[in-house]
Every structure is written in C-alpha cells, then in structure tokens.
C-alpha cells in the first residue's frame, strides 16, 4: 500500500521521509546481518550530527519553516515544540534524586530525554542560542551527577540516550571544555557500564530480556556509542554487535501482527525506543542490519488503531492503563518504513488533541486520509487479543476488545479472557490497570508471590469468569481457537482451560457482538469437575440498578445500559464494590463490579450475558437465541 498523490508543495516531506525510514521491507524471511567488531563502523558518517536528523534534512525542515500556511499541522507542531522549549527554560538544573521502592532516577532521566531533545531540535531550527545553552546546561548537571544508576539500567540508558543526541546535535554549539566534559560523563557513566552488561561473567538480564528493558536499554547504548565512534569507536565496536543479536529477543514480541504483551502503555514505550535504535542506526551507519525487516513490526502501527475503543481509552491489560492513546511521533516513522498511509493519518487524528513531540518534527509525514480498514482485527503471538466494532469514526459507536495470551508474561495479570466494551461514547466494561510498583514484591510472579494477593492484579478486578472465587492459575496460557467477521456480526472464542483446570475440564468464552452489531454477548461454557460457586463478572464505573427479573441496567450520566442473564435460568445480578485498602494500593473509588454468582454442580454450565446499550434511535437488542459456542458460526 502506498500513499495517495499529494500536493508537489509537500513533497519534499516524502523525500524527507524515505531518507529517514530507509528502503521498504525486503519480501520473505528477514535476514539478520550481524556486524562484526571489525567492520561495523565501516560505513560511519565520520560528521556530527549523525543521529536522526542530519544538515540536509534539517534544512527541508527549515525550508517548510518558511512556507507558513502550506501545512497547518506541520506548523502547529513547531509552535508545540517552540512552546515546549520556553517552558523548559524556566525550569531548574536537573537533580540527582532517587525515588521509589527501587530508588531509581528513571523520572529524571525521562525528564532529561525530554528537555535535550526539545531545546536541542529547537535551537536547529531557529538559530536560538538560549536553547542550547539551556540544553548544555542539563547535560552538564546530568554529567555531574556520581553515577546514572547503573544498578537500574533503565534509568543508565535513558540518560545516555538524552546526553548522546545533545552532544551530537550540539556539538559545533558546544565549546571544547564542555564537550570533552559530557563526552567524558557519556563514557565513563553510560558506556562503559553498557559494555560490561554485555560482556561480564553474567550479562544483564535485560540482554536477553523479551520485553521493554530490552529495547531501552540497547538503544540508549547504540546512540551513545553513535554519538561519539568517531573519536572512541572502542565503545560501538562492542556495543552495537552485542545490540543487534540482542534486540531480536525483544523484536520478536511483536510477531506476527504488532501487538505488544505488555499492555498498550509499554507497547508505547518500547515502540519508541525501538524507533530510536533502529532510525540511530540507519542514520550513522546505512543500515540496521535487518533488525526492521523482522516479523512484526510491520504491523505495530495497527495496534493504537484497533486497540483504541471510541470512548479513547486502550484495552488496557497488564500494568498500563487505564490509558488513553498518547502521541507517538514514532508512528509517522512507522507509516514511511512500511509504507502504511493508515498509522499517519491515526496519528495526525491523535495530534488534533494533544501536542506535538519532537520525533513528530524529525519524522514528519503530511495529513493523509485514513485509508479503508476492516471493522474487526485479531491479533496473535504472545498475547492473542480480538477486537470488534460497529463503526469507524463514530464516537458513539459499540467496541469490544477481549484478550489472551499467558499469565506470566511480563507486566501480566491473571486475566486471560478479559474484556472492555465501549459504546454511547462511554467505556462500560474496564480494566483497571497495575497498582502501586512500591507494593512489596509487586514484580514476583510465582504461585505464592504476593502479587497475586493485589487486587488489580488478581483475577478479582478483571472482567472474567471465576470458580469459587478463586484467581487462574498464575502459569495458565489461553488462545483464540476461532475468529470470524462479516458486516452484520464477529465473535471471538477463546479457550480458557488452563486457567480453570483444578475446576473445570474445559473452559472457553465467546465474544460476539450481534444484532447488526448493536449488542454484545459474553457466553461461557465450563464443564465442572467438582461443586464450585461459578461467577460473571464485570468491572464498571456505571451506576447500576438491578430490576425484579434479575437483569441490571447501567447508568452513566444520560447513557444506558442493558446487561441480561440469558443463562442460566433464574441466575440474577448483584452489585459489589470494587474499592480496595488505603494507599499505596490504589482505591479504586466509585468502581463497582456487576456480578453473578450461581452454584455449580459437575457437569456442563453456561452463563451467557448480553450487553445491550439503549442506543437513542433503536432502543435495546432483542436477546437472542442461545447456541453452544462450538456452533458459533
């Protein structure tokens, strides 16, 4: 897919574009070129700056500075970014200071990516020496701190990430004291524990970790060595080959279809530095060793876009959440490298309400219109998720989003089969999110590991099925066994097994949406193994009111509801509270849970619920006739 023609006045955004992204994605398995110490710096622009946004693409920024007018959104994100740099400095000199149950410096680093990039990017564009000396002032308090922590190398690569681009980008600003003075701190407080995380007695565990620290943590570590191999390319000798045979590990999460285990808020972050690592390496060197080519990442973009219901809020499992879609300026870098008009034009829909970041400008791509997408997506990998609506561009429009996957799967929580459900332009059904991180042992995840105890992070909080109120099993994995859509319907079946074995010999869920797609149905089938209370359960911020025949209707502000128990018969909903113990757990205040609780003898059981929302124009669906979901069709 290619983007439509657009006006020769922005083309040379595209030009821009394709110089940054690199070619498109070779066709058939992506092949990993490992650089050796020996050669990978043999194609090193030995030039600063180096890093994302060299002269010549400076100055076609700068040329469209001078074109005020000709892209609205383009000049709307260089006056955020302007805006951005005059609040950055009135602000003080960062501070060492370390927070959390970890002590970790992981905000003040953040802080500092922030202030170098902006200042740094906004001093090239307009020739405005206050923002780089500002900028040279936060590396030169960052570089005078004892240490970047390495002990949470999070917070190392992060810094070293901020201080390797304002070097870079500064560096003919930058006097000769100043710059030997950061590229000392670079060193000594970023690299240097970079290369002995890769080649101590015992690696880091981020090296080989699947997840977020994995491409943070090599990222940072690729700019840094970038940034200053043409004066120690001792450092990226050893960095970047270590990086690129590492950086599949986390690469790979992303395979088949985009979708981030983590939840949508780390498929964000991890997005991000993912962009950095491989755009870092294209610029400096020509080439990313065909880390972009690997499976997955092709598709990351879709996930803000289906992921998202109406109401702007993620399907937001594991520790993330509840989330609104935040801007990503990476996504304009994703829409050119795979050549998908759809992730630019999601992300300029998102630009409309909420300000720029700098990667916006260095990857900047025009208004495009939203190309056609099919209603309902299903994604695969290490965490399954379907996701199902009435509409595109429509607000008020119903939306439900269930997941699969595995419970132990980083961030995770016990909530395989979990569901959200927008409609009216409200979210119905939530999920609450992590809790506190400073709650004690909150990253255990074995079977007895307090964790478990947490509210949030238990099966208790998510909108699944329960057995005795009990939480899965915490080493439970669940598929999507069938997924199918047509105009007027879709519907997910999940198998829930593993989760509810100690009870139930089989265990799945469906998840439709019906009646011309103006209703919701969560079906669940068991076959018990032994008396057990069964449970539905449904996590909402809706006031709720139960009527005679056991049904409940939802209430948020003008908006209704309708939840009915279609089986079994003479099953009725109660209400609960969902507000948990005072801090550090969260309190969940004015949260409820819509619940129905039935005995369950051995033997097959099915509850079945359909949502139905009082849609203005056509009152509530009908309920529909109940068949078993291995007829679901």
Known sequence: MRFPSLPALLGVWLLAAAAQAGPAPASGAAKLAVPSEANVLSTLDPHHPRLFLKEDSLRQLKEALGRPGADPAFDKCFQGLLAKAEKIQAEPPPQYRKSGRIQAITRVSRNCVTRIYVLALAYRLTGKESYAAKARDVMLAACAFPDWNPKSFLDTAEMTNAVGVGYDWLFDYLAAASRETIKASLIEKGLEPGVAAYTGPKPASWVKNAFNWNQVCNSGLIIGALAVADTDPQYARIIIPHAVQSLPVALASYAPDGAWPEGPGYWWYATRYTVFALAALEWALGTDFGLSDLPGLAQAGFTPIYMIGPSGYYLN?????????????????????????????????????????????????????????????????????????????????????????????????????????????????????????????????????????????????????????????????????????????????????????????????????????RAALVQDEFQITAPCEAAWGMTTKAEIAVDRDGSALLTMEDKQMRARLLSPAGAAFTVESAEQRPPPHKSNKGVRRLMARVPAQPGPLRIAVLLAPVWPAGGEAPAPALRPLADWN
Not at 345 to 356: I, M, R, S, T, V
Not at 459 to 481: C, G, K, M, W, Y
Not at 500 to 505: L, R, T
Request: aromatic share 12%.
């Open 317 to 517: 499992y594991a520790d993330t959440g509840p989330n609104r879609r935040e801007p990503l300026g990476d996504m304009f870098w994703l829409a050119r490298r795979y050549q998908q008009p759809a992730f630019a034009a999601d992300e300029h829909a998102c630009l409309a309400h909420h300000p720029a970041d700098p990667e916006h400008l260095i990857w900047y791509q025009p208004p495009v219109a939203m190309p056609p997408l099919a209603l309902d997506k299903r994604f695969g990998g290490k965490v399954e998720a379907a996701f199902m609506r009435s509409a595109w561009n429509d607000p008020t429009a119903l939306w439900v989003g269930v997941k699969a996957g595995y419970n132990q799967v980083n961030h995770g929580h016990l909530d395989l089969g979990n569901f959200e459900l927008d409609a009216l332009g409200a979210r119905w059904a939530l999920d609450l999110g992590g809790d506190s991180y400073d709650l004690p042992r909150y990253f255990s995840k074995e079977p007895t590991a307090p964790r478990w105890t947490y509210y949030r992070c238990s099966s208790l909080s998510h909108n699944v099925p329960l057995l005795d109120n009990q939480n899965q099993d915490v080493f439970a994995t669940s598929r999507i066994d069938k997924f199918q859509s047509r105009p007027d319907a879709a519907f997910a079946i999940l198998d829930l097994t593993s989760a509810y074995k100690d009870k139930s010999s089989k265990t799945t869920r469906g998840v439709a949406l019906i009646d011309v797609r």
